[in-house]
């Protein structure tokens, strides 16, 4: 089943289960301090989406695709986890930009993350969390901003490009995997 969708969608809780594809081109409101659960479907964000509160559950291969010129921002009060669980784990495509603004709060991405677009923190902490992460694209901290990469492994591809004047982390044991040359740091 396809869901598409080019208006403002608004959720204060949300359970999407069972597979298939949702197109939205409007904006996404991800809203309030309810959990959301996406399971075993995919999303794919073509608009505007602002994570304002909340935990976001994904499950059983759930998969969240941040489209080129899509823009994903993280703007909440509160720490806040994008959560992995189920049988079979669940990723989260980036290959537009991800942001994340608000001050001193945490944001988790726990699913598998792969980069091809660009991450910028402007303020507080995105830790990146997942084991198999393929980081690739541009990483931007920009002072007081952290990006801290927790995980047993993180895998940088020869493109990465760390840059900004905040700080990058790596913590929890984190093998360093370089694909076949050294990333840009700039």
């Known amino acids: 089943m396809l869901i598409e969708n080019s208006q403002v969608l608004t959720f204060f809780f949300l ?15 991800l809203n309030t301090v309810q959990t959301k659960y ?5 999303i794919y964000l073509l608009g505007d989406t ?20 899509a823009t994903f921002t993280i703007s909440t009060t509160t720490n806040v986890a994008m959560t992995n669980s189920g049988s079979v784990p669940s990723q989260f ?11 001193s709060i945490t ?9 091809y677009g660009e991450v910028a923190v402007f303020s507080g902490n ?3 969390a997942a084991v198999g992460d393929q980081v690739d694209g541009l990483f931007v901290s920009n002072d007081p901003g952290t990006i801290t990469f927790v995980g047993s492994y993180v895998h940088l ?18 093998d360093l995997v370089l ?8």
């Open 15 to 29: 359970c999407w289960i069972g597979t298939g594809k949702t197109l939205v081109s409007g904006s996404l409101y």
């Open 38 to 42: 996406l399971k075993s479907r995919d």
């Open 50 to 69: 602002f994570w304002l509160g909340g935990d976001v559950s994904l499950s059983d291969n759930a998969t969240f695709t941040n489209t080129p010129h």
């Open 93 to 103: 495509y980036n290959y537009g930009t991800v942001e994340k603004h608000t001050t």
């Open 107 to 115: 944001a988790q991405m726990l699913p598998d993350f792969f980069n």
């Open 126 to 128: 995105l830790q990146i």
């Open 157 to 174: 591809s020869p493109s990465v490009t760390l840059d900004g004047s905040g700080v990058f982390k790596l913590t929890n044991y984190v």
């Open 179 to 186: 694909f076949s040359s050294p990333p840009v740091v700039v």
